[in-house]
């Protein structure tokens, strides 16, 4: 009888992320595929990005309708309600025997709070991080707590699980899986890329990713203005705004790039959902990266691309070289750095850097622990791993 294995995926950026394990489950004659999509994937705000799940040959076996169109407090807390009642009866069709998660979203806390009670083992990716200034850091920790299978993308993070309590040897260190796309996707060559986002073939570019800082209220719109009038110093640099994801804040944040871009059409574009292929193909030939995502610090590393990492959504994550951090989002602060970044001192000093969260082979990994790690009552009824 085939192991089935059920993967949750709630918006664009984590379903690049999961999408070498999606295949090789998908593939695997072993294994049998239970695709859930909830939140971000069926909003027509964010894109309906399920759209891309379908046309990359997946089937989906479930759709957890969650997400309100409102990015309030009791909007988002809602929102989870829903989700762990649309979890309950996916969970109870699917009858899953692993239920795989990533992250540390509000929706991805209802899939694992859902699972508890149906007793069935969940593999959390990208644990034992840290996001000190987001509603995140909680999430993520209260997940690991819920999950019984942890894949770490790096030793320090790995450390973290096990000093939480849980079992060593259910604690894998392999990596962070969205890498792989790096070096299993063709890249789009810089001239196809400008054509793809229809960019002036004429300007270097530059890509803007910033997102709400959950634990500070009503900080979103003067940060966003400070951020867009630093980015105006820099006018032979043409900027792709990624929007934000279904935060609490998001949508000022949404609101003041449009007004940019509206006003300033010549300076750049935003967009909604690139996908995996032509947002990593931005990051290969971008000049530099600006904002507060945890791209800048996981994928940006492979390009040797130069971040400027603005307040402390990012605080307490391994970082490499290639960041620099600025403790507040004020314009003067902003663009000293990336000044800074453009630099050809600190463009040279980052050749040949390693990327602290891997090699790009870790979804292969995955998905032969999920195949074979016996699923027998001791990896439900877990045990206090005390570190003396």
């Known amino acids: 009888m085939k192991r089935k294995i059920?993967?949750?995926?709630?918006?664009?950026?984590?379903?690049?992320?999961?999408?070498?394990?999606?295949?090789?489950?998908h593939e695997n004659p072993e294994l049998e595929l239970q695709l859930i999509v909830t939140?971000?994937?069926?909003?027509?705000?964010?894109?309906?990005?399920?759209?891309?799940?379908?046309?990359?040959?997946?089937?989906?076996?479930?759709?957890?309708?969650?997400?309100?169109?409102?990015?309030?407090?009791?909007?988002?807390?809602?929102?989870m309600g829903l989700g762990m009642i649309g979890f309950a009866k996916a969970y109870e069709r699917l009858r899953p025997d692993i239920i795989v998660i990533l992250g540390d979203r509000f929706e991805i806390l209802s899939a694992a709070a859902s699972a508890v009670p149906f007793r069935v083992p969940v593999a959390h990716i990208h644990g034992g991080e840290a996001t000190e200034g987001l509603i995140d850091e909680p999430i993520r920790h209260a997940i690991t707590k819920?999950?019984?299978?942890?894949?770490?993308?790096?030793?320090?993070?790995?450390?973290?699980?096990?000093?939480?309590?849980?079992?060593?040897?259910?604690?894998?260190?392999?990596?962070?899986p969205g890498l792989d796309n790096i070096y299993k996707l063709p890249l789009l060559n810089k001239r196809e890329l400008l054509n793809e986002l229809c960019?002036?073939?004429?300007?270097?570019?530059?890509?803007?990713?910033?997102?709400?800082?959950?634990?500070?209220?009503d900080t979103a719109e003067s940060q966003m203005s400070d951020l867009l009038?630093?980015?105006?110093?820099?006018?032979?640099?043409?900027?792709?705004?990624?929007l934000p994801n279904a935060d609490t804040g998001g949508r000022i944040i949404i609101k003041k790039i449009?007004?940019?871009?509206?006003?300033?059409?010549?300076?750049?574009?935003?967009?909604?959902?690139?996908?995996?292929?032509?947002?990593l193909s931005l990051l290969k030939h971008a000049i530099v990266m600006v904002g507060n995502s945890s791209s800048g610090l996981t994928e940006a590393p492979s390009f040797e691309l130069p971040v400027v990492n603005i307040s402390d959504r990012q605080r307490g994550r391994v970082r490499a070289q290639n960041v620099i951090d600025v403790p507040e989002c004020k314009k003067n602060l902003i663009k000293s750095a990336i000044g800074r970044a453009l630099s050809p001192e600190f463009k040279g000093s980052l050749i040949g850097m390693r990327n602290p969260y891997g090699e790009g082979n870790s979804s292969d990994r995955?998905?032969?622990?999920?195949r074979t790690i016996p699923l027998d009552e001791s990896l439900i009824k877990k045990e206090f791993h005390e570190v003396l």
């Open 6 to 25: 059920c993967i949750v995926t709630g918006s664009r950026a984590e379903y690049g992320l999961l999408y070498w394990i999606i295949k090789g489950i």
């Open 366 to 370: 995955i998905v032969e622990k999920l």
């Open 39 to 79: 939140g971000m994937h069926l909003s027509p705000e964010f894109g309906l990005t399920f759209r891309e799940i379908e046309k990359d040959g997946f089937p989906i076996s479930e759709r957890v309708e969650m997400l309100l169109s409102s990015d309030s407090e009791t909007a988002v807390t809602t929102s």
């Open 258 to 279: 449009k007004d940019f871009i509206n006003k300033n059409p010549e300076r750049g574009k935003a967009f909604a959902s690139l996908g995996q292929l032509k947002y």
């Open 199 to 217: 960019i002036p073939e004429d300007k270097k570019i530059g890509v803007v990713t910033y997102h709400p800082v959950t634990l500070e209220k």
């Open 146 to 176: 819920m999950s019984h299978i942890h894949f770490s993308a790096t030793e320090k993070y790995k450390s973290r699980i096990i000093q939480m309590g849980e079992r060593p040897e259910n604690v894998f260190c392999y990596g962070a």
């Open 229 to 242: 009038a630093s980015l105006k110093g820099f006018s032979d640099i043409y900027w792709i705004f990624t």
